[in-house]
C-alpha cells in the first residue's frame, strides 16, 4: 500500500536522526552555518515545523490533531526566550493565521524549511527524493508563501534532515539564501522522554550553539514542550543567554 510505504520513512527519519541520542552535528557532511566561534555564552535555539504530504494526510484524516506545538511557542514567550523558526511551505500553508502571528513577533525571526520536507541528497533518514530539477522551486515556493502570510521572514534555509551536498548548498546560496546547520540535535523527534532531551540538550550546548528542535509537535516530536522549561533552566543556570541566527551570524563561524 502506497501509504504505508510512504508513512514508514517518517519514523526511521525521527528514530535515526531525531530520538537518537543528542549529538553533536553530523560533521563533514554538514554545510552552511552551524555554529558560532565565541567565548560568549551566547545558544540559539531553533525550532523545525516540518510537514511531509504524508504528515499532511494524517491532518487531514484525524489521525493527527495538529502539527503545530503552541505549547514550544507559549513557553518561549513567557520565558521571553529568542528562536529562530523553520517553517516547511506545507505547514505555512496548513496554518496561515499562525505563520503571520509568528512573523509578528519580535521574539522571533522565521526562515525556509523547503516546501514538503523532502531529502535534496540521499540518504536522508528515509525521506523521499527531491529531484534535482525540484530543487529550486522548493525554496522559491516557501520563499513565496513566507512573502505572502509573513510580515518579515530571514533569508536562512535549513535542509530537511540537515542532508545537503556542496552542490546542493551552492544552489541554495544562488537564491540568496544562507543555509544554517545547527551542532546540537535536540532529540525531540519520538523521544517521550522530556528529561532525556533536556538533558541531552544541556550537555552538548557550548558557546555559539545552535539547538535544533521542532515545533511541529504531535505524535512526531510529543515532548518538546514538555523538555522546554528544563532546557531553559539548565542553560540560564549555566550562565547562557538565548539568541537569535541572526544574532550568531554577526560572530564568526565555529566548526
Ligand atoms: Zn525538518
Not at 487531514?60 to 516547511?88: C, D, H, M, Q
Not at 503571520?100 to 523532502?118: A, M, Q, T
Not at 535534496?120 to 522559491?140: D, H, M, N, W
Not at 531553559?232 to 550562565?239: D, E, N, Q, V, Y
Amino acid at each position: 500500500m502506497k501509504r504505508h510505504k510512504l508513512r514508514i520513512p517518517l519514523w526511521i527519519f525521527g528514530a535515526l536522526s531525531l530520538a537518537s541520542s543528542p549529538a553533536t552535528g553530523a560533521g563533514a557532511q554538514q554545510a552552511g552555518f552551524n555554529r558560532a566561534a565565541t567565548t560568549q555564552k551566547v545558544v540559539a535555539l531553533t525550532f523545525d515545523a516540518d510537514m511531509t504530504p504524508g504528515m499532511l494526510r494524517e491532518l487531514k484524516s484525524g489521525k493527527v490533531a495538529s502539527w503545530y506545538n503552541e505549547n514550544v511557542i507559549a513557553i518561549l514567550r513567557k520565558e521571553r526566550v529568542p528562536a529562530t523558526l523553520f517553517l516547511t511551505g506545507l505547514w505555512i500553508e496548513t496554518y496561515p493565521a499562525a505563520t503571520r502571528n509568528l512573523s509578528g513577533d519580535p521574539l522571533f525571526e522565521l526562515g525556509n524549511h523547503s516546501y514538503s520536507h523532502g531529502g535534496f541528497r540521499l540518504p536522508c533518514y528515509g525521506l523521499s527524493a527531491i529531484g534535482k530539477s525540484s530543487e529550486t522551486a522548493e525554496v522559491q515556493k516557501t520563499d513565496a508563501l513566507l512573502k505572502k502570510h509573513a510580515t518579515a521572514f530571514r533569508k536562512y534555509f535549513r535542509f530537511p534532515g540537515l542532508c545537503s551536498a556542496a552542490d546542493n548548498v551552492r544552489n541554495v546560496e544562488a537564491q540568496g539564501y544562507t543555509v544554517i546547520g545547527g551542532d546540537v540535535h535536540g532529540g525531540d523527534g519520538f523521544e517521550r522522554n522530556p528529561a532525556r532531551i533536556a538533558l541531552g540538550v544541556a550537555g552538548h550546548v557550548r558557546p555559539g550553539s545552535i539547538v535544533v528542535l521542532h515545533l511541529h509537535g504531535g505524535p512526531n516530536a510529543p515532548q518538546t514542550a514538555n523538555a522546554l522549561p528544563k532546557i531553559i533552566g539548565k542553560l540560564r543556570a549555566r550562565g547562557y543567554t538565548f539568541v537569535k541566527i541572526s544574532d550568531l551570524l554577526k560572530l564568526r563561524a565555529g566548526v
